[in-house]
T-cell receptor
Framework: DTEVTQTPKHLVMGMTNKKSLKCEQH?????MYWYKQKAKKPPELMFV???????INESVPSRFSPECPNSSLLNLHLHALQPEDSALYLC????????????FGEGSRLTVL | AQTVTQSQPEMSVQEAETVTLSCTYD???????LFWYKQPPSRQMILVIR??????QNATENRFSVNFQKAAKSFSLKISDSQLGDAAMYFC???????????FGTGTRLQVFP
């Protein structure tokens, strides 16, 4: 199984809503990532979890709250978002040793009204 | 800090022809990994090819090969016998040995014409 599964694929929310994005992998990877991608731009790193602990936070606003309940799951909790937060949110996972290429999910397309 | 530069925002190629996508990077490290990722219009980013900096031999994966010039900090991707399914955004990426961070270039959009 070389898949990273993200749900939902599409999400529309108002600025006062609370929602969550979910990511799951069963490859035994111990690093998991959240990226934000705007149209025609490269992915921008948001958070990295290593061994279920937050290891990198790229100065992301607190309205984005990551959570790693176990080694297979990664959540991104969303609250009081702004329209400029509309983007494709990509989850990825990798091994922590060796080349460590990232395996990406298909992404969650978020629209904030 | 490391940076990755892709100087070709768009490229096009005729089906069955060969195309080369350019990538340069800047780093003071000696040990690192380089990757080419492909993102088709359906969105999912997939790995095309990877190169470990300590290996002098250029990586090859079927129709995809790289020209890795460590001294010049250059990492180009050659696609041979281009197919319509190769049309996508291609990202060059850098990762050092001792970090979880993958640094992407700005991407090159490849169009393939029949």
């Amino acid at each position: 199984d070389t898949e990273v599964t993200q749900t939902p694929k599409h999400l529309v929310m108002g600025m006062t809503n609370k929602k969550s994005l979910k990511c799951e992998q069963h490859m035994g990877h111990r690093a998991m990532y959240w990226y934000k991608q705007k149209a025609k731009k490269p992915p921008e790193l948001m958070f990295v979890y290593s061994y279920e602990k937050l290891s990198i936070n790229e100065s992301v606003p607190s309205r984005f709250s990551p959570e790693c309940p176990n080694s297979s799951l990664l959540n991104l909790h969303l609250h009081a978002l702004q329209p400029e937060d509309s983007a494709l949110y990509l989850c990825a996972s990798s091994q922590l040793t060796g080349p460590g290429e990232l395996f990406f999910g298909e992404g969650s397309r978020l629209t904030v009204l | 800090a490391q940076t990755v530069t892709q100087s070709q925002p768009e490229m096009s190629v005729q089906e069955a022809e060969t195309v080369t996508l350019s990538c340069t990077y800047d780093t003071s490290e000696s040990d690192y990994y380089l990757f080419w990722y492909k993102q088709p219009p359906s969105r999912q980013m997939i790995l095309v090819i990877r190169q470990e900096a300590y290996k002098q031999q250029n990586a090859t994966e079927n129709r995809f090969s790289v020209n890795f010039q460590k001294a010049a900090k250059s990492f180009s991707l050659k696609i041979s016998d281009s197919q319509l399914g190769d049309a996508a955004m291609y990202f060059c990426a850098y990762r050092s040995y001792n970090t979880d961070k993958l640094i992407f270039g700005t991407g090159t959009r490849l169009q393939v014409f029949p």
